[in-house]
């Protein structure tokens, strides 16, 4: 694998014994396909070896320096290699990365739009960086058939199935809707939510729907800022509402303060005790 942002470099040591090369990573003024900057910060970068993309801005150090490590001096009778390691502290090679990208124009492709289960096949262009902990296949149910028609009546039973069945297929970034739960201590409604949570591990946030509905909500939208597949409250209150104008431009999938909509897919399905 070869970073499309990357060149490794070799210059003769100034002062050192002819033969004595460095080995530095040279980064290019280029638009990458394997790196992702927005803001003058670091965003994703492409692991072909994992197939993925990685917001962890650390696997820039272990995929650069691995290059450092391939990398074979193309100087004549080298007697000694010093490669500037970007996992070595006194080499700047690290600074020289992090005053790169903040020269570099933005870049920035949303992540993880859909869904990826364990089986799923990706493609670079998908951007994808997680996946679900097991494969979208047939199964035996018979525990959650018999625990769900305890819980909820077969119509109601039907509506959140339909909710989970929207998240599952991607429809969910075309409905403008989410779900309240509501009713007595011990009637279902956090199972079903950990159940939810379970379903889409690593693509649900949590949030405060007061801090949504109150004035001072300057801040009560940023977990959403990230464009979450679902939002989760297991005990929320809406009973005094001051500001509704937040919760619905969530819900309705519209642009907030000028930035990227929250919840590109469906924004939140929302449970309250």
């Not at 296949?137 to 039907?158: C, H, K, T």
């Not at 729907?209 to 679902?230: C, D, E, I, Q, R």
Request: aromatic share 12%.
């Amino acid at each position: 694998m070869t970073l499309d942002f990357l060149r490794v470099s070799e210059r003769q040591l100034e002062g050192k014994k002819v033969g004595e090369v460095e080995i530095f990573p040279d980064f290019k003024v280029v638009r990458s396909d394997d790196l992702m900057v927005d803001g003058k910060a670091f965003t994703a970068l492409w692991d072909e070896e994992k197939g993925m993309w990685s917001t962890d801005e650390y696997d820039v150090q272990r995929l650069v320096d691995k290059e450092l490590e391939a990398y074979q001096p193309m100087a004549q009778n080298v007697a000694k290699v010093h490669r500037k390691y970007m996992g070595n502290w006194s080499t700047n090679s690290w600074s020289a990365f992090r005053n790169y990208i903040a020269h570099v124009s933005s870049n920035r492709h949303q992540l993880d739009e859909n869904l990826t289960f364990a089986n799923t096949e990706v493609k670079k262009k998908d951007y994808v960086s997680k996946r679900l902990p097991y494969s979208l296949q047939e199964g035996d149910i018979s525990a959650y058939d018999e625990l769900m028609s305890v819980l909820f009546a077969p119509e109601e039973r039907q509506k959140l199935e339909w909710a989970i069945g929207a998240i599952m297929a991607g429809d969910s970034k075309t409905i403008q809707k989410y779900f309240i739960l509501y009713g007595d201590k011990g009637t279902g409604k956090s199972t079903w939510l950990l159940i939810l949570q379970a379903l889409v591990e690593g693509y649900y946030v949590t949030f405060d729907a007061k801090a949504l509905t109150g004035n001072n909500n300057g801040f009560a939208a940023s977990m959403f800022a990230g464009n979450p597949l679902v939002a989760i409250q297991h005990d929320g209150d809406l009973s005094k509402i001051e500001d509704n104008t937040l919760l619905n431009s969530i819900v309705s999938q519209r642009k907030v303060q000028g930035k990227l909509r929250y919840g590109s897919c469906l924004h939140a399905f929302h449970g309250y005790q």
